[in-house]
């Protein structure tokens, strides 16, 4: 019999925290064992119940989010998801740098919260093998210093021509922090083009963008339609829109546009893989944690026409959904993230 993932629900809200419970024990196999008005009751539910997994409002008296966040993964780091109203999107950043795995945003009708959160927590719940925190959680770094941005004064000319080499990443669950630890690596004088598909509602990949641009040596730019794509640079595909690419005489554009109907995350991963198929042979596709398995039939398409594929190894992998689809592939490259991220950074 699998033991049950035990749960402990953070919020300063009695009905909060009561919609959450009823949701929580819709899922199979998930238990609340515990219910915390703020982050010192929090904390001290926590050593002594030893939850599995939290989920945690920001806003909270006496002790808020963050600061629970950052003593929680100080003294027992356990997997954290946000519910929060995020009225300040950069929270919701700040809340993953801290250690949080993910976010549900409560805005709209309490059955979209439930649908979300019941997603959500059921990936987590079945894609890994144990409820526990991933070896990755537990060596990342739970505190995201203010970076200098070195100067790009030895960086070449952006010109708008073909990038010679496009790296596609493709992540979700997890990956905004991986995200952030790739671009920091990035040296001025990286000449690839980096297109990113992360899973994320729309207003959020805006404040994504502008996050990463200020960590990263290279422009970084929000994705739109008919952007031209030189080497050297950064892009975050928008949520809520399809994101591809096309060649243009000597040039690569993107192509934003709605969804379609058939898409179950956005911005979906297959839709950018699949474009760049016309120049597999200077691609390489990239893929890190995630629920699901969007990206494997886009790597899948990449690779014979014979692109690369670089996928995280389940060691690292906080949700080994997509990277577990995508290493069925017989991809070129399986890595643990920190390797990968460095073998990304030294083309």
Known sequence: MTKPLRVMVVDDSVVNR??????????????????????????????????????????????????????LMASRPTPVLVVSSFSNVENMFKALELGAVDFVPRVGDGALLRKTLIEKLDALRHTNKTPVVSPSFLTRKTSS?????????????????????????GCSTGGPQAIVDLIQRLPA???????IAQHMPERFTTSFADRLSRRCALPVTEAFDAALVAPGTVWVCPGNRQSTI???????????????????????IDRLFLSAVALATRT?????????????????????????LWVES??????????????????SVVLPLSSLLARIASL
């Open 246 to 268: 096309e060649v243009v005489g000597e040039k690569l554009r993107f192509r934003v546009g709605p969804l379609d109907p058939a898409d179950r995350h956005a911005p979906p």
């Open 189 to 195: 004088t990286f000449a690839p083009a980096i297109l």
């Open 18 to 71: 009561q919609t959450i419970a009823d949701v929580l024990r819709e899922i199979e196999g998930v238990e609340v064992i515990a219910r915390a008005v703020d982050g010192q009751e929090a904390l001290r539910m926590a050593a002594l119940l030893e939850p599995d997994f939290i989920t945690l409002d920001l806003e909270m008296p006496r002790m808020d989010g963050f600061t629970f966040l950052r003593l």
């Open 284 to 308: 390489t596709a990239v893929i890190m944690t995630g629920m699901g398995e969007d990206g494997a039939l886009g790597a899948k398409e990449l690779l014979k026409a014979g692109g690369e």
């Open 314 to 331: 389940a060691e690292t992998a906080i949700v080994d959904g997509m990277p577990a689809a995508a290493r069925k592939l017989g991809p």
């Open 145 to 169: 210093p203010v970076l200098a941005v070195r100067a790009p004064t030895t960086a070449p000319t952006r010109s708008e021509g073909l990038p010679k080499r496009l790296i596609l990443v």
